[in-house]
């Protein structure tokens, strides 16, 4: 009698030989990578899943879930951002805000969780939103608010899939040093401090923000 040999699950994207070398790709420090899907089977389910199943955020990279660097105050400073961003799109309603637990599809494997992401309605005819947990459109601006274990590559690997996705305008912000750094590609940047103004063109035309008044408006924190 022939054996039959039962349905073999599709090989991962990508697995590593090591657990430096999983590390290393990912980008992040050891205590922020989740070992449940194993490595190199997560989907974006278990990404939109994951805040109900593990009890944080978790972005999906390359079929492993990530969690996502977030303190208060960092989610403070989105809240308040997507304040100033929702008043101006108020009177100029050419978009509409998504904040820090909204998945965004970037390049194939990956699902990001912008702390703040604008999008414009003329993106989705007749206003129609796709269905799903994740939103599989470019956001057109993306903004990433540092927390202390993001990394200088987990940030670079960021800004290059928002951009290869079809982002156009990229924040970076510095909560310690009242900085932004303006990308519009995933190479240069412009920084800005606290007395320097936010402008949204050209995605959000017409947004402007002074640092200072959305920091103060913040809140206070003092380096630790």
């Not at 972005?59 to 951002?81: C, I, N, Q, W």
């Not at 989705?124 to 057109?140: D, E, H, M, Q, R």
Request: hydrophobic share 40%; charged share 20%; aromatic share 8%.
């Amino acid at each position: 009698m022939a054996t039959i040999t039962p349905p073999q699950p599709p090989a991962p994207p990508w697995t590593p030989g090591t657990v430096a070398e999983l590390l290393d790709h990912l980008g992040v420090p050891a205590s922020r990578v989740r070992l449940h899907p194993p490595i190199g089977t997560a989907t974006e389910r278990d990404a939109t899943e994951s805040k109900h199943l593990h009890g944080t955020l978790c972005e999906l990279v390359d079929g492993t879930l990530v969690e996502k660097a977030m303190g208060y105050f960092e989610s403070r400073l989105s809240h308040v951002l997507s304040f100033f961003m929702e008043t101006h799109l108020t009177n100029h309603p050419i978009g509409f805000i998504l904040g820090e637990a909204g998945p965004v599809k970037t390049v194939a494997g990956r699902v990001r969780m912008p702390d703040v992401g604008f999008y414009r309605w003329d993106q989705f005819p007749g206003k129609s939103l796709p269905p799903g947990g994740v939103i599989p459109v470019p956001v057109l601006l993306a903004v990433e608010i540092l927390s202390p274990s993001n990394t200088a590559a987990e940030m670079e690997s960021k800004r290059r899939e928002y951009f290869a996705s079809g982002t156009r305008l990229y924040w970076e912000v510095h909560p310690t040093t009242r900085q932004v750094r303006i990308y519009h590609n995933a190479e240069e940047f412009t920084p800005l401090g606290e007395n320097d103004i936010l402008a949204g063109d050209p995605v959000i035309p017409g947004f402007k923000l002074p640092i200072r008044v959305w920091f103060d408006r913040a809140g206070n924190r003092p380096v630790a």
